[in-house]
Protein backbone atom coordinates (compact mmCIF):
# COMPACT_ATOMS: atom_id res chain seq x y z
CA UNK A 1 0.00 0.00 0.00
CA UNK A 2 1.46 3.69 -0.70
CA UNK A 3 0.11 6.53 1.61
CA UNK A 4 0.50 10.94 -0.17
CA UNK A 5 0.30 12.79 2.39
CA UNK A 6 0.10 16.72 1.84
CA UNK A 7 1.25 20.03 3.33
CA UNK A 8 0.98 23.72 2.70
CA UNK A 9 -2.37 25.13 2.02
CA UNK A 10 -3.94 27.68 2.87
CA UNK A 11 -5.14 31.06 2.95
CA UNK A 12 -3.89 33.88 1.37
CA UNK A 13 -4.62 37.07 -0.26
CA UNK A 14 -4.90 37.50 -3.82
CA UNK A 15 -0.90 37.70 -5.49
CA UNK A 16 0.35 35.71 -3.29
CA UNK A 17 2.41 32.49 -3.00
CA UNK A 18 1.98 28.80 -1.41
CA UNK A 19 3.92 26.15 -1.44
CA UNK A 20 2.68 22.56 -1.71
CA UNK A 21 4.32 19.54 -0.94
CA UNK A 22 3.10 16.10 -1.16
CA UNK A 23 5.20 12.76 0.60
CA UNK A 24 4.47 9.04 -0.88
CA UNK A 25 5.26 6.27 1.31
CA UNK A 26 4.40 2.42 1.90
CA UNK A 27 5.66 -0.27 -0.90
CA UNK A 28 7.65 1.75 -3.37
CA UNK A 29 9.38 0.18 -5.95
CA UNK A 30 9.52 3.47 -7.84
CA UNK A 31 7.17 6.23 -8.97
CA UNK A 32 6.51 7.46 -12.61
CA UNK A 33 4.47 10.58 -13.09
CA UNK A 34 3.61 12.51 -9.59
CA UNK A 35 1.23 15.46 -10.40
CA UNK A 36 -1.24 18.35 -8.68
CA UNK A 37 -4.97 18.03 -9.42
CA UNK A 38 -8.00 20.56 -8.14
CA UNK A 39 -11.20 20.43 -7.42
CA UNK A 40 -13.29 23.93 -6.85
CA UNK A 41 -16.80 23.90 -5.53
CA UNK A 42 -19.08 22.32 -8.23
CA UNK A 43 -16.57 21.68 -10.44
CA UNK A 44 -14.78 18.79 -11.87
CA UNK A 45 -11.30 17.74 -10.67
CA UNK A 46 -8.45 19.43 -13.32
CA UNK A 47 -5.16 18.25 -13.74
CA UNK A 48 -3.10 21.24 -12.40
CA UNK A 49 0.75 20.37 -13.12
CA UNK A 50 2.31 16.88 -13.27
CA UNK A 51 6.36 15.47 -13.89
CA UNK A 52 7.65 12.52 -14.51
CA UNK A 53 10.74 10.70 -13.22
CA UNK A 54 13.04 12.27 -16.12
CA UNK A 55 11.42 15.71 -14.54
CA UNK A 56 9.47 16.25 -18.23
CA UNK A 57 6.33 18.84 -17.19
CA UNK A 58 3.34 19.02 -17.83
CA UNK A 59 1.05 22.49 -16.89
CA UNK A 60 -2.66 23.67 -17.64
CA UNK A 61 -2.69 26.66 -19.26
CA UNK A 62 -4.53 28.33 -16.30
CA UNK A 63 -1.49 28.22 -14.12
CA UNK A 64 1.48 28.36 -16.61
CA UNK A 65 3.98 30.90 -15.81
CA UNK A 66 2.69 31.20 -12.27
CA UNK A 67 3.26 27.61 -10.87
CA UNK A 68 6.08 25.28 -10.68
CA UNK A 69 6.13 21.75 -10.11
CA UNK A 70 9.41 20.08 -8.49
CA UNK A 71 9.87 16.62 -7.63
CA UNK A 72 13.00 14.24 -5.43
CA UNK A 73 12.92 11.44 -6.44
CA UNK A 74 15.31 9.63 -4.13
CA UNK A 75 12.37 11.04 -1.46
CA UNK A 76 9.25 10.35 -3.15
CA UNK A 77 8.41 13.86 -3.05
CA UNK A 78 6.59 16.40 -5.06
CA UNK A 79 6.00 20.17 -4.71
CA UNK A 80 4.44 22.52 -6.23
CA UNK A 81 5.11 26.76 -6.00
CA UNK A 82 1.92 28.87 -6.44
CA UNK A 83 2.43 32.63 -7.52
CA UNK A 84 0.86 35.52 -8.31
CA UNK A 85 -2.32 33.37 -7.14
CA UNK A 86 -5.44 34.60 -8.18
CA UNK A 87 -8.94 33.71 -6.44
CA UNK A 88 -9.71 31.23 -9.18
CA UNK A 89 -7.19 29.41 -8.04
CA UNK A 90 -9.10 28.09 -4.82
CA UNK A 91 -10.29 24.58 -4.58
CA UNK A 92 -8.84 21.42 -3.03
CA UNK A 93 -5.64 20.59 -4.28
CA UNK A 94 -4.60 17.13 -4.38
CA UNK A 95 -1.31 15.14 -4.61
CA UNK A 96 -1.62 11.74 -7.14
CA UNK A 97 1.12 9.26 -7.92
CA UNK A 98 1.60 6.59 -10.31
CA UNK A 99 3.48 3.94 -8.59
CA UNK A 100 5.22 0.73 -8.80
CA UNK A 101 5.36 -1.61 -5.98
CA UNK A 102 6.43 -5.27 -5.73
CA UNK A 103 6.03 -8.47 -3.99
CA UNK A 104 8.92 -10.38 -4.46
CA UNK A 105 9.24 -10.70 -7.77
CA UNK A 106 5.80 -8.95 -8.67
CA UNK A 107 5.64 -6.05 -9.70
CA UNK A 108 2.28 -4.34 -9.82
CA UNK A 109 1.24 -0.34 -10.79
CA UNK A 110 -1.29 1.82 -8.79
CA UNK A 111 -2.96 5.24 -8.95
CA UNK A 112 -2.60 6.94 -5.35
CA UNK A 113 -4.27 10.03 -4.24
CA UNK A 114 -3.67 12.48 -1.21
CA UNK A 115 -6.22 13.37 1.03
CA UNK A 116 -6.27 16.91 -0.22
CA UNK A 117 -5.48 20.59 1.16
CA UNK A 118 -7.41 23.47 1.09
CA UNK A 119 -6.17 26.41 -1.13
CA UNK A 120 -8.17 29.40 -0.39
CA UNK A 121 -7.06 33.08 -2.41
CA UNK A 122 -8.81 36.03 -1.50
CA UNK A 123 -9.45 38.67 -3.31
Known amino acids: QVQLVESGGGLVQAGGSLRLSCAAS????????MGWYRQARGKQRELVAA???????NYADSVKGRFTISRHNAANTVSLQMNSLKPEDTAVYYC?????????????????WGKGTQVTVAS
Open 51 to 57: ITSGGST
Open 26 to 33: GTIFSINA
Open 96 to 112: HADVQSNSGSYYYTGDY
